[in-house]
């Protein structure tokens, strides 16, 4: 069955570390999105990619590096410049625009 | 930029009762979306539409371009339907296909 793969389900960092969260599908789908959740706010962009070896800044990319070396996997970094890293996080992919959104099942990231 | 509100916040029904939650966006958009979450976190796509009306099984999702306004309902809910309801919208020219999402809703529905 096609979809999408996140991993860790759970992650637990110390302060002034860099973790890297895991996104994998195999939809053959060109588009990859980062989102971040928080209690009582909706789905905020991270960062995206259209295409192998491109992607842009999302609305709060600060402190989040990516990388889009095959097309089935889009990493997210967490490093330490990121202040408020505790929270958790979506991984989504398209076709293309106007076409279904297909979700991770997201990792939570606690920040000890 | 788009503002999507969704109401209510939250929603507590009996078993069996007709549920409804809005959404309301400010924008034209090309499509809206209404997802599910369940408490583990991970997010399933119900519907995508641009226009009237789609059904599947005893969800009911419509949208009214006019008044920018679309309604997800369940019939006879059922305590398995407890869970975040997302509405989110895709803009014309927006961030390659990126969407624009609602607050939530968060239906409990009680036995």
């Known amino acids: 069955d096609g979809g999408i793969t996140q991993s860790p389900k759970y992650l637990f960092r110390k302060e002034g570390q860099n973790v890297t969260l895991s996104c994998e599908q195999n939809l053959n789908h060109d588009a990859m999105y980062w989102y971040r959740q928080d209690p009582g706010q909706g789905l905020r962009l991270i960062y995206y990619?259209?295409?192998?070896?491109?992607?842009q800044k999302g609305d709060i990319a600060e402190g989040y590096s990516v990388s889009r070396e095959k097309k089935e996997s889009f990493p997210l970094t967490v490093t330490s410049a990121q202040k408020n890293p505790t929270a958790f996080y979506l991984c989504?992919?398209?076709?293309?625009?106007?076409?279904?959104?297909?979700f991770g099942q997201g990792t939570r990231l606690t920040v000890v | 930029k788009n503002e999507v509100e969704q109401s209510p916040q939250n929603l507590t029904a009996q078993e069996g009762e007709f549920i409804t939650i809005n959404c309301s966006y400010s924008v034209g958009i090309s499509a809206l979306h209404w997802l599910q979450q369940h408490p583990g976190g991970g997010i399933v796509s119900l519907f995508m539409l641009s226009s009237g009306k789609k059904k599947h099984g005893r969800l009911i999702a419509t949208i009214n371009i006019q008044e920018k306004h679309s309604s997800l309902h369940i019939t006879a809910s059922h305590p398995r339907d407890s869970a975040v309801y997302i509405c989110?919208?895709?803009?014309?020219?927006?961030?390659?296909?990126?969407?624009?999402f609602g607050k939530g809703t968060k239906l409990s529905v009680k036995p």
């Open positions: 990619s259209q295409i192998v070896n491109d992607f």
């Open positions: 989504a992919s398209r076709d293309r625009p106007n076409t279904e959104a297909f």
């Open positions: 989110a919208v895709g803009m014309y020219g927006g961030s390659q296909g990126n969407l624009i």
